[in-house]
């Protein structure tokens, strides 16, 4: 067991790595050797997962472990030293612990994983995005001489797309111009890119809880405090929200105003004029993380369409809607940001791409997209209804019924350990989504997010209703 000083001025991820290190240059641990894995480290150590993450990461990078597939970390040897054995795969070492954290998701989700029906993924499935105006735009883009692609493009991203984008978030009362709009390689970069410019180490942030993930690792690389303000099936809890302004005085404030990752839930008006007000009296900004827009049947009110981009920075995609491939995100905001953040733009990945950004401007062009869109929106409300009765007779409890957007947030009325039947879905070929992974400070919960355009398998709800049978048995063993 490691010796962690919370005290010391070495940041804990530093003082996981030197430990580490100097036990595997000790040959304390040897070559070969499992470490713990990330949850089980947190949970010994006390510390968040999130630093286990960057601590193992850094570990990897610097030469001393080696990550193996669905296995864990294990130690390569000495850095530098190459002739050491690795496990090839997690079966020569045995049974492998199936781990969910944050790990997981952002390096072994989006890699073909043993698994055959995926209700935890964030996407769509390939045909219900716009594959035929992808393949026309395709078509069209491969008409266009090559010399248009010779350069590296505008910095701030296709001027074209960026006009039609000012005109699209007219539809949402956002007032803008193309100047204000700077285009990132998908939605991830934007929330980076933002997060880099207004977040220092040491700074508070408040977040949603439950949120969004891969969110959370960035504010903690930035060694930003976070704290959680909880989604409720109104939105958000207002009171929890001015306690948390009030108390820790944020420098700004992450939210999804609608259909959020991962409960579904969207801020009414009153809310919204609430949080505007906090905003303007304590001096803090808001970024709005509207990646599900199309999504929305209501086309409800957001906060920079009130605040007209004065305190509120929003951020939109097309990825979720058009294709995931496309990584086509965007920023807009006050124009003074904008020309602050496009440097930062340049110097983490030059431009964006302008043939992804012209692939995109095409789809929007064609009068089939706003079907597309109309159709989609169509299609989950329906699943919504079918998967929501489905999962309340497996034995599920829903948080709040949207009828629009992916996501359902869910828990087993006979567990509480979401992360155990996440495990044991897993032996089944089925990627669930337990809530640990979408609470900032990874504390385990017992709700789980599904999609519902992949909860459609009837194998799913065979294995739910199975799991029912089971504690259900078990619970009266225990009664005798």
């Not at 713990?36 to 990461?57: G, L």
């Not at 969110?215 to 809890?237: E, S």
């Not at 079907?371 to 709040?400: C, D, N, P, W, Y």
């Amino acid at each position: 067991m490691l010796f962690l000083d919370p005290c010391s001025d070495a940041p804990l991820v530093s003082q996981i790595v030197n430990s580490i290190q100097q036990a595997i240059d000790e040959q304390r641990l040897r070559p070969g050797a499992k470490l713990p894995s990330i949850r089980k480290f947190a949970q010994t150590h006390h510390v968040s997962h999130f630093t286990v993450v960057e601590a193992y990461d850094r570990l990897v990078a610097l030469g001393y472990l080696v990550p193996v597939r669905n296995a864990g970390f294990y130690v390569r040897g000495q850095a530098g030293d190459t002739h050491t054995d690795e496990p090839s795969t997690a079966t020569e070492q045995g049974d492998s612990e199936f781990d969910f954290d944050a790990y997981l998701l952002l390096q072994k989700v989006f890699q073909p994983l043993d698994v055959e029906i995926r209700p935890g993924v964030g996407l769509l499935p390939l045909e219900w995005t716009n594959q035929e105006g992808l393949q026309r735009s395709l078509r069209a883009l491969a008409r266009v001489e090559p010399s248009s692609f010779s350069s590296y493009g505008h910095t701030k991203g296709d001027v074209r797309l960026r006009g039609k984008l000012a005109d699209k978030l007219t539809d949402y009362n956002i007032t803008s111009c193309p100047e204000q709009i700077l285009l990132t390689n998908g939605a991830s970069q934007a929330l980076d890119l933002v997060s880099r410019y207004l977040v220092q180490r040491g700074d508070t942030v408040l977040v949603d809880e439950p949120g969004y993930h891969n969110l959370f690792l960035n504010l903690r690389l930035q060694g930003a405090k976070l704290v959680g303000v909880p989604r409720t099936v109104a939105g958000l809890d207002v009171t929890a929200l001015e306690s948390a302004v009030r108390t820790h005085r944020p420098k700004v404030f992450f939210t999804n105003t609608r259909l959020q990752s991962p409960t579904g839930t969207s801020l009414p008006l009153a809310v919204v004029h609430r949080l505007l007000q906090l905003a303007e009296k304590y001096d803090f900004l808001i970024v709005e993380n509207d990646i599900y827009a199309d999504l929305d049947p209501n086309e409800q009110q957001v906060l920079a369409g009130m605040d007209q981009l004065a305190r509120v920075i929003y951020i939109g995609s097309f990825s979720k809607v058009i294709a995931p491939a496309l990584r086509v995100g965007f920023i807009a905001a006050h124009r003074d940001l904008i020309d602050e953040l496009a440097p930062l733009k340049m110097i983490s990945g030059l431009t964006s791409s302008e043939i992804t950004e012209a692939l995109v401007f095409d789809v929007l062009l064609q009068g089939r997209h706003r079907k597309h869109v109309k159709q989609l929106r169509e299609t989950l409300a329906v699943a919504h209804e079918v998967v929501a009765r489905r999962l309340a007779s497996a034995g599920m409890s829903i948080f709040v019924e949207p009828r629009a957007g992916l996501f359902l947030w869910a828990r087993h009325l006979l567990t509480d350990d979401a992360a155990a039947l996440a495990i044991r879905a897993k032996g089944k070929k089925i990627l669930l989504a337990p809530g640990q992974l979408f609470m900032p400070d990874a504390r385990a919960v017992p709700w789980i997010r599904f999609n519902v355009a992949h909860s459609l398998d009837d194998r799913l709800y065979a294995f739910l209703e199975g799991q029912q049978a089971v504690m259900e048995c078990a619970a009266v063993t225990r009664g005798t």
